[in-house]
T-cell receptor, first 114, second 109 residues
Framework: DVKVTQSSRYLVKRTGEKVFLECVQDMDHENMFWYRQDPGLGLRLIYFSYDVKMKEKGDIPEGYSVSREKKERFSLILESASTNQTSMYLC?????????????FGEGSRLTVL | AQRVTQPEKLLSVFKGAPVELKCNYSYSGSPELFWYVQYSRQRLQLLLRHISRESIKGFTADLNKGETSFHLKKPFAQEEDSAMYYCAISSGGSYIPTFGRGTSLIVHP
């Protein structure tokens, strides 16, 4: 089974703090994604990466950055957390070659910014 | 730009009733359409994709290019179908999906 693991299930941070959300996948997937999930807004793509050190902005990249130093790991960084970044963050991964279009998701990281 | 519309935030039915979760899309090329499901306290997972033409857990979805729709249907709802359902679209080859806002399905006993 494909496993996508997000290191923190729940985080509480203060406004202005730097926040790291880590994601690791064990299936040698080339593509990795960070989505934000909010009630009534669905899933919105923040950033994605199709290879090590490669990244592309999604629909809502403002206030976020990412890092992909190794193929299996994709980190989401909030340089200075704000209350409007309180949300559920979902990491996902998928193949490029032989891609069926299926994304494999982690369990999510619920971030609260006070 | 590709876009997905799920007009219903919430759909509430009784067990045994038919279910239809609506999904409309806008895309100028040949899209790939998907339905994802998230059960309570579980991770989001793929339910079905249009290209497979399969039935999963009794659910089917037909791509109607004329109406640009990909509605999810089940003839007899079960309580265990209660979940959040997301329709998603990606352009052929890119596989970077855009998701709808989701429909919460509640099946009452």
């Amino acid at each position: 089974d494909v496993k996508v693991t997000q290191s923190s299930r729940y985080l509480v941070k203060r406004t202005g703090e730097k926040v790291f959300l880590e994601c690791v996948q064990d299936m040698d997937h080339e593509n990795m994604f960070w989505y934000r999930q909010d009630p009534g807004l669905g899933l919105r793509l923040i950033y994605f990466s199709y290879d090590v050190k490669m990244k592309e902005k999604g629909d809502i990249p403002e206030g976020y950055s990412v890092s992909r130093e190794k193929k299996e790991r994709f980190s989401l960084i909030l340089e200075s957390a704000s209350t409007n970044q309180t949300s559920m963050y979902l990491c996902a991964s998928s193949f490029v070659l032989g891609n069926t279009g299926e994304l494999f998701f982690g369990e999510g990281s619920r971030l609260t910014v006070l | 730009a590709q876009r997905v519309t799920q007009p219903e935030k919430l759909l509430s039915v009784f067990k045994g009733a038919p279910v239809e979760l609506k999904c409309n899309y806008s895309y100028s090329g040949s899209p790939e359409l998907f339905w994802y499901v998230q059960y309570s306290r579980q991770r989001l997972q793929l339910l079905l994709r249009h290209i497979s033409r399969e039935s999963i857990k009794g659910f089917t979805a037909d791509l109607n290019k004329g109406e640009t729709s990909f509605h999810l249907k089940k003839p007899f709802a079960q309580e265990e179908d209660s979940a959040m359902y997301y329709c998603a679209i990606s352009s052929g080859g890119s596989y970077i999906p855009t998701f709808g806002r989701g429909t919460s399905l509640i099946v009452h006993p």
